[in-house]
Every structure is written in structure tokens, then in C-alpha cells.
């Protein structure tokens, strides 16, 4: 499982260090592609292969399902980390995302995500309230 906030810096070759932590689960290989809110995901690969699995199961004759498939799938670059555990993050994905230099890695349970620091210091200081002043389940059960 994912978990934290992490940040590390792009480099000039459009190559992020992944933490520590998570290099082991992501070396044999993973996937980056588009995110909600203009991050991007990074799944492990046998996890993208049970995603892109479910999401197979959805409706072909839907039209927001072939959207949305269309947008997450065109996006998709798998890679190996290096010996020193980078990625390169292709210049499509870069720029969907805004990444520059400063980045934010957070874990996302079965996943991570990659966000511009400014991007998700904006997104986390929005959220943080209606976060903590949550009066309904949002996980039935949970609390």
C-alpha cells in the first residue's frame, strides 16, 4: 500500500526520483498516466493490468465510459525505474500536469500520484476543511 507525501524535484531530463520506500514494489515495472484534477497516476504494473481489467467490464455503449478510457489509456507510458530508482516522465504527461520542477508525490493506497507542489498545496488547502468538517459517511461503516 501507498501511503505518505513525499517531494521530490524533476530533473532537467524530465526524470523523478521515486521515494525510497516504494522502489521495491515499482521495480519490476509500472504505468504513468492522467489523473483527476491534473495529476498523474502511477500504478504498479500487475495493478494498471487489474484496473484497465475492470474498466473492460464497463459498458462499451457508453459514451462517457469510451471517453474516459480513451483519455486514461492514450496517456499511459509504461516504465522501469532506473538503478537509482527514476522515471522519466514523458513531455505529454509533464505538461498535462503542469510539472516543472517542484513535485509532490503522495500515496494513494493501490497507487501513487504525481502533482505539481503548487498544484496540490492549492487542492489540499481547499479540501482540508470540508475533510475535517465531514459529517456524513463517505465510506459507510468506516466511522
Known amino acids: ?14 526524470r523523478l526520483i521515486l521515494p525510497a520506500k ?9 504505468v504513468v498516466t492522467r489523473g ?14 487489474r484496473v484497465t481489467d475492470d474498466l473492460r467490464s464497463a459498458p462499451m455503449t457508453s459514451k462517457a ?11 499511459a507510458s509504461d516504465e522501469i525505474p532506473d538503478k537509482q530508482g527514476r522515471i ?3 513531455p505529454a504527461l509533464r505538461q498535462y500536469a503542469g510539472l516543472d520542477r517542484e513535485c509532490t508525490v503522495i500515496g ?9 507542489t503548487a498544484a496540490w498545496d492549492s487542492y489540499l488547502a481547499g ?3 470540508s475533510f475535517a468538517e465531514q459529517a456524513e459517511e463517505v465510506i459507510p461503516g468506516l466511522f
Not at 494513494?108 to 505539481?116: N, P, Q, T, V, Y
Open 65 to 75: 465510459v469510451r471517453d474516459y478510457l480513451r483519455v486514461f489509456l492514450s496517456g
Open 22 to 30: 516504494f522502489r521495491e514494489r515499482l521495480a519490476p515495472g509500472l
Open 88 to 90: 522519466t516522465i514523458p
Open 1 to 14: 500500500m501507498f501511503l505518505g507525501t513525499h517531494n521530490p524535484r524533476l530533473d532537467a531530463k524530465g
Open 108 to 116: 494513494a493506497g493501490s497507487r501513487l500520484e504525481i502533482w505539481d
Open 127 to 129: 479540501t482540508e476543511d
Open 36 to 49: 483527476q484534477e491534473r495529476c498523474l497516476y502511477v500504478f504498479p504494473m500487475d495493478e494498471f493490468t
